[in-house]
């Protein structure tokens, strides 16, 4: 680890979940420490989004801790979680935002629900958020009318709304073009630039997972296979790894003859 | 045999599962409602009246001419019986006492369940498919108390006015056939009317009308938070709502009905 001495702002230990019988995730640790930017990389079903979710309590382990700043958050009551849940802020896959709200409202609900701030505070602060993220002048647009990006940048700025010292990101590029993608990457960038948050992204994106990420961890079907800098990543043996990053699909020396016996024997 | 016991087997657990559910989530809802603002949590009340607007005030016209067509078939059914005795000036009593016992109040919830109950569940289905359920409580906002409490109240508050304006409507319905048909005026009717209707007719069919309103958004609400998987679930999820609560509504009616008969 880069500091040992300190203490790291999220830390899992041994978490084991299930989804009814299907394990989803096998004994994951893993430390992520203030200030860094940690991208979870892997292919689809490999659990990291479920490992994210469980950085703020979205799912429930069937064993094992999720630790933040040191407190255990699985199992301290729902009230006590709340106050550390302001210090978190999420971007979802699908952005998320409330459909029936505008995206000014969206942005100002944790602040108009969450604190007790005047009004015009609000406006201002949300104003802020909004120019932060480069989304100035569409405060009364309708989600439904803004683009995948648009969509986004806006979810990024609700989740900035309480200050958060964690931030987490689950598919921050997915479904949007190269050029967008890398416009949340740069912003990403900003962002622990200018407020030394503690970043935790999900990505299966090579290209930007390279670019954001102080470290980098690799799962494979449940399990971490490789915790590293990018460039320890990189020149990592291990054959998953290799794969991953070459892009090397499934399946390829599939053994002819025990493929045909499988299609005969099927209990036709 | 195996395979059938496998199946009951099967079958009892999620029906198990369901009512646990259905429970734990009233439970909530009653928790946020009607405790937590006395602790100062607040209540929204905004959003509630919005629902208010939405499952009560919007339903009006649906539901009393729904209720008048009813009021006026059962004038027709009842005549045809009565007339044989010389009885149809008991047509206003039948049809008074009926509405307001029985199918006031059932009329209206099958009309809100399949109005109000399913769009609970598409909702609170579609927030969840895009994880706008997740959003809230990840911000550390109570689902429950956002989207459930506020149609929890709107149907507590409305459904018993509804209910009423059904019995109106419906008993407009017996007196438009009245006047045609058995040559009555309509003060006369009114008045048949008054003298068969009891007071109690009229509370037991409103007490009906709050536990149907609850049953229906508990339903709605529940399929809506329990919907996986894209569209498709939102579409399941809005159509066994319906189906659910239409009968858990007949199933509580059953047992209210025999509850006031028997203290009546």
Redesign the interface.
């Known amino acids: 680890m880069a500091n040992d001495a300190a203490e790291p702002m999220i830390r899992v230990a041994d978490l084991v979940t299930h989804y009814d019988e299907r394990r989803i995730l096998n004994h994951v640790s893993l430390e992520i420490m203030p200030g860094e930017t940690m991208v979870i990389l892997g292919g689809s079903g490999t659990g990291k989004s479920t490992l994210l979710r469980h950085m703020t309590r979205l799912e429930i382990p069937t064993s094992g801790h999720v630790y933040i700043k040191g407190q255990d958050v699985c199992h301290m009551p729902e009230e006590q979680f709340n106050q550390i849940r302001r210090k978190i802020g999420m971007l979802f896959q699908s952005a998320a935002l409330f459909n029936s709200m505008t995206v000014q409202e969206n942005v100002a609900l944790p602040l108009r629900e969450l604190t007790q701030l005047e009004e015009p505070t609000i406006r201002i602060m949300t104003r802020i958020k909004l120019d932060l993220v480069g989304l100035s002048g569409v405060e009364r647009f309708m989600p439904a009318q803004l683009s995948g990006g648009m969509k986004k940048r806006a979810g990024l700025a609700r989740a900035l709304a309480m200050d958060p010292e964690i931030l987490l990101f689950d598919e921050p590029s997915a479904g949007l073009d190269p050029i967008t993608a890398a416009g949340i990457d740069s912003l990403i960038l900003k962002l622990k630039m200018a407020f030394r948050m503690t970043i935790v992204v999900v990505t299966h994106e090579l290209a930007s997972a390279f670019v954001i990420a102080d470290r980098i961890t690799v799962m494979h079907e449940g399990e971490i296979i490789v915790v590293g800098t990018p460039e320890e990543v990189r020149n990592s043996r291990h054959p998953r790894v290799q794969q991953f990053l070459n892009r090397v699909p499934e399946g390829n020396e599939r053994d002819v003859k025990a493929y045909l016996r499988s299609l005969t024997e099927s209990g036709f | 045999m195996t395979g059938v016991l496998a199946f009951i087997g099967r079958n009892t657990r999620s029906l198990f599962r369901y009512a646990s559910g259905l429970y734990e989530l009233s439970a909530k809802t009653a928790f946020w409602a009607f405790v937590a603002p006395f602790k100062g949590r607040g209540l929204k009340w905004g959003s509630a009246l919005h629902q208010m607007v939405l499952v009560g005030y919007n339903a009006v016209p649906i539901v009393s001419l729904i209720a008048f067509f009813i009021g006026m078939v059962l004038a027709f059914q009842g005549a045809y019986q009565l007339e044989k005795f010389g009885a149809s000036y008991f047509v206003a009593a039948l049809v008074g006492v009926s509405m307001t016992r029985e199918l006031g109040p059932l009329i209206t919830a099958i009309v809100i369940a399949g109005r109000s109950g399913s769009a609970f569940a598409a909702e609170l289905g ?2 969840k498919v ?3 359920i ?2 809230l ?5 109570n689902s429950v108390k956002y989207l459930v409490v506020p149609k929890y109240l709107a149907m507590l508050i409305m459904m018993p006015c509804l209910t009423l304006l059904a019995d109106l409507a419906g008993i407009l319905g017996g007196a438009s056939f009245g006047l045609y048909q058995l040559e009555q005026t309509f003060s006369m009717y009114v008045l048949a009317t008054r003298d068969a209707l009891v007071m109690r007719d009229i509370s037991t069919g409103l007490v009906k009308s709050v536990v149907f309103g609850l049953t229906i958004t508990t339903v709605g609400c529940y399929q809506g938070f329990a919907v996986e998987g894209g569209a498709e679930g939102v579409g399941k999820a809005t159509t066994s709502s319906v189906v659910m609560s239409i009968f858990l509504v007949i199933v509580a009616d059953v047992l209210f009905t025999a509850l006031f008969y028997y203290t009546g």
């Not at chain 2, 409580?137 to 906002?141: F, I």
């Open positions: 579609t927030m895009s994880e706008e997740d959003a409580e990840v911000m550390g906002l």
